[in-house]
């Protein structure tokens, strides 16, 4: 059974930080490319970043840019976003997803095959 699971959201203040973590089980995680994305209440899902699986290419959206950082750690299995200076307009449910391509991830959610069930992110004074 191919499953992603998150961790790691909670309540953070402006300026703060947290760390996100994306686990895979059922599959071997450095086969895919692994995203981030998220999606705020009335909002449509927006990638935010993206990691292949074999060069560790990366991509960042542009708000997120100098202040997420993506990772893995293949031993764990585990995929990493790393969330410093979090501004309340990064409150949202944030997901992890594997694809194939790393392009299909940098271009849209909907390129993605496989899905964890979200982590929520607030930040907020």
């Known amino acids: 059974q191919v499953q992603l699971v998150e961790s790691g959201g909670g309540l953070v203040q402006p300026g703060g930080s947290l760390r996100l973590s994306c686990t895979a089980s059922g599959f071997t995680l450095d086969h895919y490319t692994i995203g981030w994305f998220r999606q705020a209440p009335g909002k449509e899902r927006e990638g935010v970043s993206c990691i292949s699986s074999s060069d560790n290419n990366t991509y960042y959206e542009d708000s997120v840019k100098g202040r997420f950082t993506i990772s893995r750690d293949n031993a764990k299995n585990t995929v990493y976003l790393q969330m410093n200076s979090l501004k309340p307009e990064d409150t949202a449910v944030y997901y992890c997803?594997?694809?194939?391509?790393?392009?299909?991830?940098?271009?849209?959610?909907?390129?993605?095959?496989?899905w964890g069930k979200g982590t929520l992110v607030t930040v907020s004074s």
């Open positions: 997803a594997a694809g194939v391509l790393f392009r299909l991830c940098v271009a849209s959610y909907r390129g993605m095959d496989y």
